[in-house]
């Protein structure tokens, strides 16, 4: 089912995308001059910027779709007639200003709904582990951060991964392309890692083991780079600040 989800969706996406951006070919710049005896007919048009997810109703009472006119010869075949036909549905992408609404970019929200599978990137698998607030950050991770995970392998700390992709925290998941609505840390300690399956059979053991799994937060433009390891026959070796000499 989730399959024929998707597919239905990467049409709707494609269809819509490619219309639009059609008809707006005309509607920009010196195309206006087209409108000289022209036969106009009546389109729908994006005013102002729609998130995705947003509701076709919402859309309509905001003033989000308007009412416009173009050249016959220049409306998309699929082109929205009747406004009314956006209720009770979703918009399957980020919209821009300016773009003919045609058939396929607002659909019903359960054929909108992405699985929790769906969210996984391509040759990834899902893990979960659970951590507490100490070796979790103070609670201050969100889906969607990345983390590096550290483990205690014979009394010495290792970094085991870096830059670790949070997918789920909970059953929160990570915003997608196009989403606006804040994500925030929902309260679990159930963090879900996007890994290939050789990484989450690794993280699956070192958090198993006594010590459990030690995360840190990187900001977004973190690289990985080699790092020794922490032994007690080292903690006192190195420059006097953390952050070199």
Do not use: H, W
């Amino acid at each position: 089912m989730s399959s024929r989800r998707t597919l239905i969706i990467c049409v709707a996406v494609v269809a819509g995308l490619f219309s639009a951006v059609s008809a707006s070919a005309f509607l920009s710049g010196s195309d206006q001059r087209a409108y000289k005896g022209a036969t106009l007919v009546k389109v729908f048009k994006v005013s102002k910027d729609v998130a995705k997810g947003y509701s076709g109703d919402d859309a309509i009472s905001g003033e989000f779709v308007k009412s416009d006119e173009m050249p016959q010869e220049f409306r998309p075949a699929t082109a929205v007639t009747d406004i009314n036909t956006l209720r009770g549905k979703v918009a399957v992408t980020a919209l821009s200003a300016n773009q003919v609404v045609v058939d396929g970019m607002f659909v019903d929200p359960k054929v909108a709904q992405v699985t929790a599978a769906q969210r996984i990137p391509a040759g990834q698998v899902a893990v979960t582990v659970s951590v507490d607030q100490v070796k979790g950050v103070a609670g201050l991770l969100v889906p969607g951060d990345r983390v590096n995970i550290m483990v205690n392998v014979e009394g010495a700390q290792q970094t085991m991964y870096q830059n670790v992709q949070i997918l789920f925290i909970g059953s929160t998941a990570a915003p997608e392309a196009g989403d606006t609505q804040a994500v925030a840390n929902p309260g679990s300690g159930l963090l879900t890692f996007a890994v290939p399956q050789e990484a989450a059979a690794k993280i699956a053991l070192a958090a198993a083991q006594p010590s459990g799994l030690y995360l840190t937060l990187v900001p977004p433009d973190y690289k990985p780079t080699e790092i020794p390891g922490a032994t007690t026959g080292n903690l006192l070796s190195g420059s006097d600040t953390p952050y070199g000499p």
